[in-house]
């Protein structure tokens, strides 16, 4: 079988075409990239979780006082009946500031997003990001402000012929004031979830007949179901590790981890093994909880 000439020809002129050479120390880019943050989490992340990790191995110690052999007394002093009451509290106060959020935030969010005009959404946005231009302290202090005894919510209860309320200085004052201060991060989480929800779907399912309670649950929690995951993470993560609101508005019965942990550091326990014991606990807790977000939180899982 003979070849054609222009086959022939065409393959002697074939041009190679060169190899691009891969640049040599490719690994320095990323390591470069990575390196002021690698070192930035090695010296104020890495080191204080070991040092503290050291720390609560060590029966007893004090500052100043001599190291003695390490253990897990401190450990085993956290299930101490008192101590369980403390940790569960923090439990309390941490879940329940993330179910009220949820389900304050999710109406709003979903209103922001499916149903308000859309120049307004921005400027709706702003005023719940607003609050937290302000100092914690001075939102905490405030709301002591409101309800105290002679508060304003008691002033204008009293005005409208109602009982007073006593609520500072216990639970329900916690509780208002953790879920006033993380309710934008929970509407903000949601709000950019529902922005990416498909309306067709709601659309097709309403041309069907469906109800809208049925679309919302076989439609709506769906798509923004790992939203909903990431935001109750996040509030849930906070508010374990929240100081300020449970010291200004609980009182002494509202005692909670960072309370009892601040008190083994800086009050008059002194104890740091035990205050280190402490804190790698509520760090387990909180990596548990970033586990979870991180597997069932990934965006890239929404449809």
């Known amino acids: ?5 222009s086959q022939s020809h065409s393959s002697n002129n074939s041009v190679e075409v060169p190899k691009l050479r891969r640049p040599q120390f490719n690994w320095l880019q990323p390591l470069a990239l990575l390196a002021p943050s690698g070192v930035w989490l090695l010296l104020l992340l890495v080191l204080p979780t070991l040092l503290i990790l050291e720390l609560s191995l060590v029966p007893g110690i004090r500052p100043g006082d001599i190291v003695y052999p390490s253990g897990f007394d401190n450990y085993i002093r956290i299930f101490d009946l008192l101590y369980l009451k403390v940790l569960k ?3 309390f106060f941490a879940v329940g500031t993330t179910v009220i959020c949820l389900l304050l935030a999710f109406p709003v969010a979903y209103w922001i997003a499916m149903i308000a005009p859309p120049k307004m959404r921005n400027l709706l946005l702003l005023g ?21 005894p002679t508060g304003l919510l008691n002033s204008v209860l009293t005005n409208l012929g109602l009982p007073g309320l006593n609520l500072l200085n216990r639970s329900p ?20 979830s529902l922005e990416k929800l498909d309306k067709r779907l709601l659309e097709a399912t309403a041309d069907l007949g469906a109800h809208p309670v049925q679309a919302f649950w076989k439609v709506t929690v769906p798509q923004t179901i790992t939203g909903i995951a990431a935001a109750s993470f996040l509030v849930f993560i906070t508010a374990l590790g929240d100081f300020v609101n449970p010291e200004l508005l609980g009182g002494a019965s509202s005692m909670t981890m960072s309370r009892l942990i601040y008190n083994q550091f ?13 804190s790698a606990t509520l760090i387990l807790v909180v990596s548990i909880a970033i586990a979870l977000l991180i597997k069932f939180g990934d965006p890239q899982q929404e449809r």
């Open 89 to 91: 509290r923090s439990l």
């Open 128 to 148: 719940f990001v607003l609050p937290l231009w302000t100092s914690s302290l001075l939102r905490s202090y405030a709301w002591i402000a409101i309800l105290r």
């Open 266 to 278: 800086l009050g008059s326990t002194q104890n740091w093994g035990f205050g280190s014991a402490l």
């Open 173 to 192: 004052a916690v509780l208002i004031g953790m879920t006033y201060s993380l309710l934008p991060y929970m509407v903000l989480i949601l709000y950019a």
């Open 1 to 5: 079988m003979s070849t054609h000439p």
